[in-house]
């Protein structure tokens, strides 16, 4: 028996194994355990158990820990189980009392732990639904049942749940799984929504925000730590280095084309992410462009400001519609957030008619009478770091 506390709820985890390969696996269970320990907090035992996670959580946290579950990268789906003696009586019994209520067909899925076990999980499935059809006379139906049972054995005891206790996971990696990228956070609508992906395909994001101040308010600060602050709950806490640009800007102002301003200025902070990129050993910058949404976001733009930098430049929306971009801020929590009004800080002494074709040469040319190291560095030495998300 797995030795929990009386007034424990317990829930099991499933993870894709399909997404893991060979000896990778034994790392992507434990990160996972521990990204599940991080979300629920000290009260939480969470134990890895042959391919499964069972996680015991104090009874009246049981509500808290479902929100929470439903927001860990990596969780396929969890379910909320009971648990049972290895008798089939006691198990269609429990499996009864947790479908009260319904009508329709039903099928069982078991699976074994353990497989010393004197009987075979089609052997399982056949008896605990013949003891079901006797009491209820649902039909059974092993394709596009109505209600599922689902028995997991696990050396001397059961697990039982149904398809109403399971609930879907976010799916992707643990946090942590695929290193550190440094996101570039505008406070808008796309930043943070580009953030969760790539947290969601396991990397933990350090964020920078460059604004304009004294030009600009700071709203547009405050709205990205909301921002973070809401996606911390998906990642958990993280840094966030905050710039001023408003030097880099004046300068480009004074000595560029009015064009390329907007291009110039984002050269500036993919220079200084990749610094901040550096300190913090990422291996990635990572922005919310997407194909042809404003000027700075054609094909030869992208590439032109792209060319200030060696680092790798991730662009998870770049084939995204706004509108899919807006649904998915929705269910992330940051849209209410983010539609807040702002300046922007590239909004500051923004060109009449932007460049939509630059090339690399054009941007180089347009820099020739500005300091770009000199400036990269005063940026920097200007820069504050903030804890976000407790
Ligand atoms: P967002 O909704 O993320 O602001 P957007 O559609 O408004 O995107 P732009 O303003 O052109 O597009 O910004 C494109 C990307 O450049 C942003 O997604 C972000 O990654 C980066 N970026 C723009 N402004 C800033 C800023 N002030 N600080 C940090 N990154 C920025
Ligand atoms: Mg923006």
Redesign the pocket.
């Known amino acids: 028996m797995v030795e929990t506390r009386k007034e424990a709820a317990l829930f099991v985890v499933h993870y894709h194994e399909i997404a893991l390969k060979g000896r990778n696996r034994r790392h992507f269970e434990q990160l996972l355990a521990q990204r599940l320990r991080d979300a629920l907090g000290r009260e939480a035992v969470v134990r890895l158990l042959h391919g499964r996670i069972l996680i015991e959580v104090p009874a009246d946290r049981e509500e808290e820990a479902r929100e929470r579950l439903a927001r860990v990268f990596g969780v396929a789906y969890f379910a909320r189980v009971w648990r049972a003696p290895v008798d089939m009586e006691a198990i269609a019994g429990l499996a009864l009392a947790l479908l009260a209520g319904h009508q329709g067909s039903f099928r069982v899925s078991a699976r074994r732990a353990n497989k010393r076990l004197p009987f075979t999980s089609p052997e399982a499935e056949r008896e605990i639904g013949a003891r079901i059809v006797a009491a209820t006379g649902w039909p059974v139906r092993l394709k596009g049942a109505d209600a599922e049972v689902f028995v997991e054995f696990y050396e001397n005891e059961a697990w039982v749940y149904t398809s109403r206790q399971r609930t879907p996971g976010p799916g992707g990696l643990p946090v942590g799984a695929s290193g550190k990228v440094v ?10 929504v ?1 953030a969760w992906r790539m947290a969601k395909r396991g990397a933990r994001p350090v964020y ?4 304009s101040y004294p030009h600009t308010s700071l709203d ?1 600060l405050r709205k ?1 730590e909301a921002e973070i602050e809401v996606l911390a709950r998906w990642h958990g806490p993280a840094r966030l280095y905050v710039v001023p ?1 408003a030097g880099v800007q004046e300068e480009v102002f004074a000595h560029s084309p009015e064009r390329y301003r907007t291009l110039l200025y ?1 050269r500036f ?1 993919y220079r200084i992410a990749e610094r901040i990129a550096a300190g913090e050993k990422a291996g990635a910058l ?5 194909l042809g ?2 000027a ?2 054609t094909l030869e733009n992208m590439n032109a400001v792209q060319a200030a930098v060696k680092m790798l430049v991730l662009r998870p929306l770049v084939g995204m519609d706004k509108t899919e971009v807006i649904a998915e801020a929705q269910r992330i929590g940051t849209y209410e957030i ?1 539609i807040l009004p702002q300046q ?3 909004s500051f002494l923004e060109p009449k008619r932007p460049a939509t074709r630059s090339t690399p040469e054009q941007l180089e040319r347009a820099e020739a009478r500005l300091d770009v190291e000199a400036l990269v560095d005063k940026a920097l030495a200007a820069m504050e770091v903030r804890r976000v998300g407790i």
Not at 183 to 192: C, E, K, N, R, Y
Not at 208 to 211: E, P, S, Y
């Open positions: 996101v570039l956070a505008s406070g808008g609508i796309d930043s943070p580009a920078v925000h460059f604004h547009s990205t640009l984002r902070m990572v922005s919310g462009d997407a949404q404003v700075s976001q983010s922007d800080c590239c």
